[in-house]
């Protein structure tokens, strides 16, 4: 077992930038597809964006494709996510996800293994 705690979140006007980050407290989540979902208020949580164990490939939803870049550092067991271009759209609660199986359960909310505590984005108009 293990914990994934998230950092980054915070308040940022439209057209903005933030990185999110997502610290593993295990070194064994080095080897497990890893990814972001969030939700807004009112709204079931949704897949944002995933990345294999390694790296090699990305996955992101078509809402941010373009504007969110998803990457990791295995040497710091953290996974980052960048956001530009940011919309008051883009508002929400960030989760890390990590799922010990595959990355297509990565990509649903209701079968991923991990989950962080979250950290909100808030973007202004």
């Known amino acids: 077992q293990g914990q994934l705690v998230e950092s980054g979140g915070g308040l940022v006007q439209a057209g903005g930038s933030l990185r999110l980050s997502c610290a593993a407290s295990?070194?064994?989540?080095?080897?497990?597809?890893m990814g972001w979902f969030r939700q807004a208020p009112g709204k079931e949580r949704e897949f944002v964006a995933a990345?294999?164990?390694?790296?090699?490939?990305?996955y992101y939803a078509d809402s941010v494709k373009g504007r969110f870049t998803i990457s990791r550092d295995n040497a710091k067991n953290t996974v980052y996510l960048q956001m530009n271009s940011l919309k008051p759209e883009d508002t929400a609660v960030y989760y890390c996800?990590?799922?010990?199986?595959?990355?297509?359960?990565?990509?649903?909310?209701?079968?991923?293994?991990?989950w962080g505590q979250g950290t909100q984005v808030t973007v202004s108009s």
């Open positions: 990345i294999r164990w390694n790296g090699g490939s990305t």
């Open positions: 295990a070194r064994t989540f080095n080897n497990y597809p």
């Open positions: 996800a990590a799922d010990s199986r595959s990355l297509g359960h990565l990509t649903i909310a209701a079968t991923v293994d991990y």
